[in-house]
């Protein structure tokens, strides 16, 4: 059974900062795109960032312009793990955060800003940037 597992949400102050995890299990993450998408209250889900299967050979990776050169993602696929490193929180930023994984093996240098073909999905950390 696939289980992506995020981890590290929480309440910070702006300008603060937040480590999150996708741990996943029952699949070979070295096949799978990742993806983290976001989904404040009364808002559509977008697309934050992705980082593809190559990342380490070929730096394919995405930023939503709101959040470029404040979030950092990376992954490790010996240990099952992706991350999403996020600097200089923004109250903007408060949102449920989701990873997700998308099968991926003959597309290896890229990644999908957009939901459609993420095939599995962990069910979601919530962070708060608030004074």
């Known amino acids: 059974q696939v289980q992506l597992v995020e981890s590290g949400g929480g309440l910070v102050q702006p300008g603060g900062s937040l480590g999150l995890s996708c741990t996943t299990s029952g699949l070979r993450l070295h096949y799978y795109a990742i993806g983290w998408f976001r989904q404040a209250p009364g808002k559509e889900r977008e697309g934050v960032s992705c980082?593809?299967?190559?990342?380490?050979?070929?730096?394919?990776?995405y930023y939503a312009d709101s959040v470029k050169g404040r979030f950092t993602i990376s992954r490790d696929n010996a240990l099952n793990t992706v991350w999403l490193q996020m600097n200089s929180l923004k109250p903007e930023d408060t949102a449920v955060y989701y990873c997700a994984a998308d099968y991926r093996v003959g597309r290896r240098d890229s990644c999908s800003s957009t939901s459609d073909p993420y095939d599995f999905w962990g069910q979601g950390t919530q962070v708060t940037v608030s004074s």
């Open positions: 980082i593809s299967i190559n990342s380490e050979a070929t730096g394919s990776t």
